[in-house]
């Protein structure tokens, strides 16, 4: 049953709300949220260098609250990057749900603590989907009733590890790669209308037609709240980093609000906090009705 979703305050170190039924050490988490450009040397393999810049962006839009929520384990600390890389968490809270910014948050600072018990030396793509299960079991836990979903939120987590990036995401928050001048989707949309896509490949189901003009085809299959989520992406040996590449994480708010072409040409011709600020602002002035809440990671990988 697909699940309707409900189409600037930036602080160094912030609390998220108490977790659900959790008050481990590992759930109390310091969510890092740069206020300007952070440059950071990662140390890729032998004498190779790259410099990473980050950047962030979220605006309101027309809605009555802010149900993004977003963060960054610490990358000002060096030895934490070369020896364990960093998290980019976003999750977007379901408005068509219950507690939807509560979700998110929680998400956000649940993952991130956990990036404590991160070991590289191990299956990543494992590890990320065992982090991402004890969350949605927390949540399920929490916000379900007789197996019905009552809270919910989107996730994708970027995992950079010296020279390559590894992910993990649940519903249609999306995570992009800027490469040659190509921006690329690197993850599925988990909504009803890739799920009779794939039913329609599979010989059976609507027509294509059909499909198009279904009015749930943007509601979600599978989200953080979901129990046993039946769609998840996750990257088992992850890609190499390129020196020029740009990786964004971003809300549907930002994607449903400007072309590709748009967000590429923005993101080519300016650093990583100025463009995450020009296609906020890019997504604002358009206006669009009810336009959802909108959050943006930029990550710029560049040769030393």
């Given at each position: 049953?697909?699940?309707?979703?409900?189409?600037?305050?930036?602080?160094?170190?912030?609390?998220?709300?108490?977790?659900?039924?959790?008050?481990?050490?590992?759930?109390?988490?310091?969510?890092?949220?740069?206020?300007?450009?952070?440059?950071?040397?990662?140390?890729?393999?032998?004498?190779?260098?790259?410099?990473?810049?980050?950047?962030?962006?979220?605006?309101?839009?027309?809605?009555?609250?802010?149900?993004?929520?977003?963060?960054?384990?610490?990358?000002?600390?060096?030895?934490?990057?070369?020896?364990?890389?960093?998290?980019?968490?976003?999750?977007?809270?379901?408005?068509?749900?219950?507690?939807?910014?509560?979700?998110?948050?929680?998400?956000?600072?649940?993952?991130?603590?956990?990036?404590?018990?991160?070991?590289?030396?191990?299956?990543?793509?494992?590890?990320?989907?065992?982090?991402?299960?004890?969350?949605?079991?927390?949540?399920?836990?929490?916000?379900?009733?007789?197996?019905?979903?009552?809270?919910?939120?989107?996730?994708?987590?970027?995992?950079?590890?010296?020279?390559?990036?590894?992910?993990?995401?649940?519903?249609?928050?999306?995570?992009?790669?800027?490469?040659?001048?190509?921006?690329?989707?690197?993850?599925?949309?988990?909504?009803?209308?890739?799920?009779?896509?794939?039913?329609?490949?599979?010989?059976?189901?609507?027509?294509?037609?059909?499909?198009?003009?279904?009015?749930?085809?943007?509601?979600?299959?599978?989200?953080?709240?979901?129990?046993?989520?039946?769609?998840?992406?996750?990257?088992?040996?992850?890609?190499?980093?390129?020196?020029?590449?740009?990786?964004?994480?971003?809300?549907?708010?930002?994607?449903?609000?400007?072309?590709?072409?748009?967000?590429?040409?923005?993101?080519?011709?300016?650093?990583?906090?100025?463009?995450?600020?020009?296609?906020?602002?890019?997504?604002?002035?358009?206006?669009?009705?009810g336009q959802d809440n909108m959050t943006i990671m930029v990550i710029k990988c560049e040769?030393?």
């Amino acid at each position: 049953m697909p699940v309707r979703k409900n189409n600037k305050n930036k602080r160094k170190f912030a609390r998220a709300p108490a977790s659900p039924r959790e008050n481990s050490s590992e759930m109390q988490a310091e969510v890092f949220i740069p206020s300007e450009t952070i440059g950071m040397e990662l140390q890729l393999v032998s004498n190779i260098s790259m410099y990473i810049h980050t950047g962030n962006g979220q605006h309101q839009g027309a809605r009555e609250y802010q149900e993004d929520s977003f963060g960054y384990t610490n990358i000002t600390d060096v030895k934490l990057l070369t020896n364990k890389g960093m998290f980019a968490i976003l999750s977007d809270g379901m408005g068509g749900l219950e507690n939807g910014k509560v979700v998110a948050d929680y998400v956000v600072r649940a993952m991130i603590g956990m990036f404590e018990n991160m070991d590289p030396r191990r299956e990543i793509g494992d590890q990320l989907l065992y982090f991402a299960e004890r969350v949605n079991d927390n949540i399920c836990k929490q916000f379900s009733k007789n197996g019905v979903s009552r809270a919910g939120a989107t996730l994708v987590c970027a995992y950079i590890f010296k020279n390559r990036i590894y992910w993990i995401t649940l519903g249609d928050s999306r995570l992009y790669c800027l490469r040659n001048g190509h921006l690329l989707q690197m993850n599925e949309d988990h909504d009803y209308k890739n799920h009779l896509l794939r039913e329609y490949l599979d010989g059976r189901g609507a027509t294509l037609q059909q499909i198009e003009s279904d009015p749930q085809k943007d509601n979600l299959m599978s989200f953080i709240g979901k129990k046993g989520f039946p769609y998840v992406d996750v990257s088992i040996r992850g890609y190499r980093i390129k020196p020029g590449d740009t990786f964004v994480l971003c809300s549907d708010g930002i994607y449903n609000g400007i072309s590709e072409d748009s967000m590429k040409r923005i993101l080519m011709n300016n650093n990583a906090q100025t463009a995450s600020d020009r296609i906020v602002s890019n997504v604002v002035q358009s206006r669009f009705p009810g336009q959802d809440n909108m959050t943006i990671m930029v990550i710029k990988c560049e040769k030393q």
